[in-house]
Structure formats: structure tokens, C-alpha cells
């Protein structure tokens, strides 16, 4: 009975340490830490960070959606092959937003890591109270038309 008992905890633990590994979503990036997967520089601004998941689950992080873009461009890994691209909440910097689900502008002045100066945001009203906020020029996108600029 104590050998039956054993298999059946060695069988639980299995089952629960696979299903605990297995993270779909985005994970958290750590600042300072992490480094981007397309320019390979550690991740230092929490507002513009990014992730791309795959269908195996591998997570690729990012410092800029500028990068997200160029690692997608230059076919790193098949397109086919990614699940999901998700963005920081600007508003919110340790939320992840799905990037065609997110609202998004561009400005000069938001000054992003590596130059692509695209802010993304969970909700519009949200956009457009930071769009107040930054002077100069300022360009609503969608992510579709961010991926066909680049």
C-alpha cells in the first residue's frame, strides 16, 4: 500500500509541476535583468517593454516596440510560429496588453529606448489623456499599420 501511495504522489507532483511550467501569458520583465531578444540590451524603461510568445510557449521580451517589429521583419522566427505579441500598458507598466487589442500613438517626445516612440494603452480614453500630456507632434496608430511600416 505505502509503494501505491508513493507512485500515486510522485504521479501527482509530476502532473502539477508540468501544468505549473506551462506559462501561456506574458511573464513579468525584469528591469535591469531581462535583456531584448532583437538588440540584446538590458531592458531599463518599464514603459515600453514587450513580449512575444510562441506556439511551443518560448517567450521573447523586448525593450522598445521598435524591436518587436524588427526581430518580426527579419524572420528571427517564423511569424506562423508566434501566438501572441503583447505590449506594456504605458499607464500601467507591469500590465501587458495584446497587441491587437492595444491602442497606440506615436511622438518624438515619448523618447522609447530604441527610437520607435510608440506608447501602447489598454483603453482610448486612457491614450488620449496621455496624449495631452506629451508636447509636439503626436500620431494615432493601429498595431497593423505598425507592423506594415516596418
Not at 501561456?24 to 531599463?44: E, R, T, V, W, Y
Not at 506562423?80 to 500613438?105: C, G, M, R, W
Request: aromatic share 10%; with cysteine.
Amino acid at each position: 500500500m505505502d509503494k501505491l501511495k508513493q507512485t500515486i504522489t510522485a504521479i501527482v507532483a509530476v502532473m502539477i509541476f508540468a501544468l505549473t511550467s506551462c506559462n501561456s501569458g506574458p511573464q513579468p520583465i525584469k528591469l535591469g535583468q531581462d535583456a531584448c531578444s532583437f538588440c540584446k540590451m538590458s531592458i531599463a524603461d518599464n514603459r515600453f517593454g514587450a513580449e512575444i510568445i510562441t506556439n511551443k510557449g518560448k517567450v521573447f521580451k523586448f525593450d522598445d516596440p521598435h524591436c518587436v517589429l524588427a526581430f518580426m521583419k527579419a524572420n528571427t522566427i517564423n511569424n506562423n510560429d508566434i501566438k501572441e505579441t503583447y505590449l506594456v500598458n504605458f499607464s500601467e507598466p507591469h500590465n501587458f496588453i495584446s497587441a491587437q487589442k492595444a491602442f497606440f500613438f506615436k511622438s518624438n517626445e515619448l523618447h522609447s529606448p530604441m527610437g520607435g516612440n510608440v506608447a501602447s494603452f489598454d483603453d482610448e480614453h486612457k491614450m488620449r489623456e496621455a496624449m495631452q500630456n506629451i508636447n509636439g507632434e503626436k500620431t494615432v496608430v493601429t498595431w497593423d499599420e505598425l507592423v506594415k511600416e516596418k
